[in-house]
């Protein structure tokens, strides 16, 4: 669940380095280890109110949500596409300039881009600034996992999708997972990622810090 969090600094407005959604960053950076990630263009986001802020730097921390939405059952790529345009859909409505978070995993395991940007600045090496942790949204970078995991764990295919795309960013960054992945509930008051799935995360850093290891031996 992602948070309204104005900047206290002023970030630099940068030009964006790419179209959002083009087909190069769609396919930029395959055979690296990237999980399929549909960019806003392909589950037909709407632009952006404004233009993206982007750091040229890495994030501190990865930050995983949960969407706090109801636990569906559809594992098809065209639920994950209707997910991500309800949750843009919000977050017009709260009146932020696009999507807060960076990333969303719906729980059939499909990938799709959140903010418009985010995928080509992280393949740069750089963060765009998103809505998801008050007071942390200049050195974060936030996966919504759909559903809500105050009392059940995500599903498998969910999971394993998170691991894939947090070994990416994190290899992406330069980033330690053990130290790097943490729920929203580090930063701000708040039940998310879910009071059941959050105690798992030194499992998932593992995970991801295995799948690293195994990449980098390959
Ligand atoms: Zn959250």
């Given at each position: ?65 949960h ?46 881009e959140g ?44 999971l ?37 799935f ?21």
């Amino acid at each position: 669940m992602v948070e309204d969090g104005s900047a206290r600094s002023s970030p630099q407005t940068l030009r964006q380095q790419s179209s959002p959604g083009s087909r190069d960053v769609a396919d930029a950076g395959r055979g690296a280890g990237r999980p399929r990630v549909y960019t806003t263009q392909e589950w037909g986001a709407r632009g952006p109110e404004r233009r993206p802020t982007v750091h040229r730097r890495p994030p501190r921390y990865i930050v995983v949500h949960h969407t706090f939405t109801k636990n569906y059952d559809d594992p098809s790529v065209d639920h994950g596409f209707w997910l991500a345009r309800a949750i843009q859909r919000a977050h017009f409505g709260r009146g932020w300039p696009d999507t807060g978070q960076h990333f969303t995993i719906s729980r059939g395991g499909h990938v799709m881009e959140g903010r418009t940007g985010s995928l080509a600045a992280a393949l740069a090496g750089h963060m765009v600034v998103g809505t998801q942790v008050r007071g942390a949204n200049d050195y974060t970078v936030g996966i919504e996992c759909e559903g809500t995991y105050n009392t059940v764990l995500p599903p498998r295919p969910l999971l394993a999708s998170l691991v894939e795309m947090c070994a990416w960013l994190c290899t992406r960054y330069d980033l330690d997972p053990r130290t790097a992945i943490v729920p929203h509930m580090r930063f701000n008051d708040t039940d998310c990622c879910g009071y059941r799935f959050a105690p798992t995360l030194p499992k998932l850093r593992a995970q991801v810090a295995r799948a690293m290891d195994a990449r980098s031996t390959r």
